[in-house]
């Protein structure tokens, strides 16, 4: 009989779910501009650039307005500094350490059922509220290939994270003032606790000249990255590698979007006989027609929590 082999892809919808997280739960994709613009209203308020020239498109599709609008025309420098908010807003969120919140209680039933060993997690989330989780448990988390550290808690960061940033690049900025325009450079981890003040610091040194970004995919049609793509790319095809060889597939709260080859294309390729869905089923109807041994638990975290763990067994 093959091992258990099990591979999770978090979404939105997963860190949006998990409930027991402050200061409130991460806000979903059609809410996030008017979440930035209230937080930073500066950048992305009603006042600034964006909020004049892009908000109701910010609003009605985030994705094609920043793809078809915004990264068309701005340099790539400026969108960098906006997201610099972007980082900083999902800094913020943690569980509330009751540990009630369902990343520690999933991750807690992995492990009491010793099949923690054998899970990949692949993540599309800005936050760190899994690795956070993860943490709390005593768990070390590891970002890079499994044989860095394989005792670890393998988390893949396919679009980025608000934890990744680059080194001092002020030399390197004027390589970024093209629209589109990417630069290879190194991607460091900083510690998911305290995060918000740590990054918080970085970002102000650009009032003594030295500027750090971090490294975010954009949330753009094809979630291209302006700053270490290649790392990116090495995370992404780390995840079609353990997509390809799951057991059991498991997807919570990833809305289907058929812009996001590099998503898409691995659930449809992956050999895994169990491929279990966490979502809404007009979006299931979506996975379900790409693989068909895709199997709805239902439509919220908490509501499909005893069957996802049943299933897993």
């Given at each position: 009989?093959?091992?258990?082999?099990?591979?999770?892809?978090?979404?939105?919808?997963?860190?949006?779910?998990?409930?027991?997280?402050?200061?409130?739960?991460?806000?979903?994709?059609?809410?996030?501009?008017?979440?930035?613009?209230?937080?930073?209203?500066?950048?992305?308020?009603?006042?600034?650039?964006?909020?004049?020239?892009?908000?109701?498109?910010?609003?009605?599709?985030?994705?094609?307005?920043?793809?078809?609008?915004?990264?068309?025309?701005?340099?790539?420098?400026?969108?960098?500094e906006w997201f610099c908010d972007v980082a900083r807003f999902f800094a913020k969120f943690s569980p509330d350490g009751t540990g009630d919140d369902l990343y520690t209680r999933v991750l807690a039933f992995l492990k009491s059922r010793d099949i923690l060993?054998?899970?990949?997690?692949?993540?599309?989330?800005?936050?760190?509220?899994?690795?956070?989780?993860?943490?709390?448990?005593?768990?070390?988390?590891?970002?890079?290939?499994?044989?860095?550290?394989?005792?670890?808690?393998?988390?893949?960061?396919?679009?980025?994270?608000?934890?990744?940033?680059?080194?001092?690049?002020?030399?390197?900025r004027p390589h970024l003032t093209m629209p589109g325009s990417f630069l290879g450079c190194r991607l460091n981890v900083l510690s998911p606790r305290n995060l918000q003040k740590v990054i918080e610091g970085k970002f102000r040194e650009s009032i003594h000249?030295?500027?750090?970004?971090?490294?975010?995919?954009?949330?753009?049609?094809?979630?291209?990255?302006?700053?270490?793509?290649?790392?990116?790319?090495?995370?992404?095809?780390?995840?079609?590698?353990?997509?390809?060889?799951?057991?059991?597939?498991?997807?919570?709260?990833?809305?289907?979007?058929?812009?996001?080859?590099?998503?898409?294309?691995?659930?449809?390729?992956?050999?895994?006989?169990?491929?279990?869905?966490?979502?809404?089923?007009?979006?299931?109807?979506?996975?379900?027609?790409?693989?068909?041994?895709?199997?709805?638990?239902?439509?919220?975290?908490?509501?499909?929590?005893?069957?996802?763990?049943?299933?897993?067994?």
């Amino acid at each position: 009989m093959k091992p258990t082999r099990i591979t999770f892809l978090l979404g939105a919808g997963a860190s949006y779910g998990a409930g027991h997280t402050l200061p409130t739960s991460p806000p979903l994709g059609n809410t996030l501009y008017d979440a930035l613009a209230r937080e930073y209203p500066n950048n992305w308020g009603p006042n600034s650039m964006i909020g004049r020239r892009y908000a109701d498109g910010l609003r009605t599709n985030f994705e094609e307005t920043f793809t078809n609008e915004v990264s068309r025309s701005i340099p790539a420098i400026d969108v960098l500094e906006w997201f610099c908010d972007v980082a900083r807003f999902f800094a913020k969120f943690s569980p509330d350490g009751t540990g009630d919140d369902l990343y520690t209680r999933v991750l807690a039933f992995l492990k009491s059922r010793d099949i923690l060993a054998t899970a990949t997690f692949a993540s599309l989330n800005y936050d760190c509220l899994f690795e956070l989780a993860a943490l709390g448990l005593g768990l070390n988390v590891n970002y890079f290939a499994r044989d860095d550290d394989p005792s670890a808690l393998q988390v893949l960061k396919l679009h980025g994270s608000s934890n990744f940033i680059t080194d001092e690049l002020s030399e390197w900025r004027p390589h970024l003032t093209m629209p589109g325009s990417f630069l290879g450079c190194r991607l460091n981890v900083l510690s998911p606790r305290n995060l918000q003040k740590v990054i918080e610091g970085k970002f102000r040194e650009s009032i003594h000249n030295y500027y750090f970004y971090p490294i975010l995919s954009l949330y753009a049609v094809g979630k291209n990255t302006h700053l270490a793509p290649e790392k990116i790319q090495e995370f992404r095809n780390a995840w079609s590698q353990e997509a390809a060889q799951a057991t059991h597939l498991a997807i919570v709260g990833v809305r289907f979007n058929s812009n996001d080859h590099h998503i898409t294309d691995s659930v449809k390729e992956t050999h895994a006989q169990t491929i279990l869905y966490v979502g809404s089923r007009e979006d299931f109807a979506a996975w379900h027609t790409l693989n068909s041994n895709c199997q709805h638990l239902g439509e919220r975290f908490e509501e499909s929590f005893a069957r996802l763990c049943d299933a897993l067994l």
